[in-house]
Structures are given as C-alpha cells and as structure tokens.
C-alpha cells in the first residue's frame, strides 16, 4: 500500500529551530517533495530531494534517506510568517504525486 | 504568465444541482490534476489528466466526471452535488509525469 505519516501540529517560538518529520511507504520511488500552505491559499513548492542526504535552500533545508523512507523538512530562525501547513508528497512513480496529511506550524512570538 | 486559473473561486450548491469547475493553464503542461482538501486534511487525487484525451481516475473519483479536450482546460463536473461534496478544490498542473506541481488559487465549494 501507500502511506504516508506527518505529525498532526506543531508548535515553535518565533526565531528558533523547528524540524517537521515524515515518513513513508510507497510501492515505488522517485523522489519526495515539500510544499507550503499558508491557510486559505494554494500549496507552494519548497523543495525536492531525489538522492539521500540534506539540500538546504536559505532558512529552509530539507533530508532525505531513502533507506529508511524518511525525511524531514528544517526550518531556522523562524518567522511568523512561517506558520502554515507543510506538506510532504512522495513521486512513487505512478504519474502522481501521494500527499501526506499535512503538519500544521503554529509560531508563537 | 497567468500560470494555473480557476473559476468560480466560491460557489453555494443545493444538494441534487450540478456544476463544473473550471481549469486553465498556460504553461503547455500535460499533466493535470483535481484535487479535493478537506478541512485539517491533506489533498486527495480526484482525476488526473497526461495529455489532451486521455484522463484517468484517482483516489475519489466518484461523483465526479472529467474532459481534457485540450492541453489547456481541464474541467471537473460535479452532478448531483451532496454535502460531502463540500470542500475546497485544486488544479494542477506539471511538466512531467510525478514532477512539481502548481496549483491553481482552489475553488470553495458549499454543499447545502
């Protein structure tokens, strides 16, 4: 089957670190994907890792390993205009993207 | 570049009317997609489209239907809406089968 998991919420202080995890399990592989969705508006792309290891792109920084069908998606020095929902979806080779739930980050000054 | 348009972007129904939403793109995409995203809840595959012609189901694909007659317009028909249709719709498109995707504004569908 296809699964995905990512914590339900999530919660941080304005200007720390926080580290949103997602796991999955997926019949095929190509690469797993990170969007942001602030509420009300369309999801945005943030990053895309197809190999193992971390991309980091400014604030925001994204790992992958393959092996052990996890990632996490990094974000430093949070602003408040970070708060927002974080989807994970994995390209599992059938055409389609499989989205997790999402995790929802609530940040508190 | 307009990118990934929807119409309407609120919509009331009464349980039984039909409707279609509308899906344009201007960046020659072959892949489009519908989505549906529940409150608290993550996208969920509707239909899918890889070319002018061709559509596929997704995940909730009943109660729905889809045409893709060209490589812009992806329309999604609703017929005899019930409130468990109520929710808010995606577009999408991509250049490539399981590559980015970007999303059109939503569609916020009430069904009373």
């Known amino acids: 089957g296809q699964n995905i998991d990512q914590p339900t919420e999530m919660t941080a202080t304005e200007g720390a670190i926080v580290q949103i995890n997602c796991t999955y399990q997926t019949s095929g592989f190509n690469g797993l994907f990170w969007y942001q969705q602030h509420a009300g508006e369309a999801p945005t792309f943030l990053s895309y890792?197809?190999?193992?290891g971390l991309e980091e792109k400014g604030r925001f920084s994204s790992f992958l390993s393959r092996s052990k069908g996890y990632s996490y998606l990094l974000l430093k020095e949070l602003q408040m205009k970070d708060s927002a929902s974080y989807l994970c979806?994995?390209?599992?080779?059938?055409?389609?993207?499989?989205f997790g739930q999402g995790t929802t980050l609530q940040v508190k000054p | 570049n307009a990118g990934v348009t929807q119409t309407p972007k609120f919509r009331i129904l009464k349980i039984g009317q039909s409707m279609t939403l509308q899906c344009t793109q201007d960046m020659n995409h072959n892949y489009m997609y519908w989505y549906r995203q529940d409150p608290g809840m993550g996208l969920k595959l509707i239909y899918y489209?890889?070319?002018?012609?061709?559509?596929d189901k997704g995940e909730v694909p009943n109660g729905y239907n889809v045409s893709r007659s060209t490589t812009e317009d992806f329309p999604l028909r609703l017929e005899l809406a019930a409130p468990s249709q109520t929710s808010v719709y995606f577009c999408?498109?991509?250049?490539?089968?399981?590559?980015?995707?970007?999303f059109g504004p939503g569609t916020r569908l009430t069904v009373t």
């Open positions: 999408a498109s991509s250049p490539r089968a399981g590559g980015e995707q970007y």
């Open positions: 489209s890889v070319g002018a012609g061709i559509t």
């Open positions: 979806a994995v390209d599992s080779n059938t055409g389609k993207l499989i």
């Open positions: 890792n197809v190999l193992d």
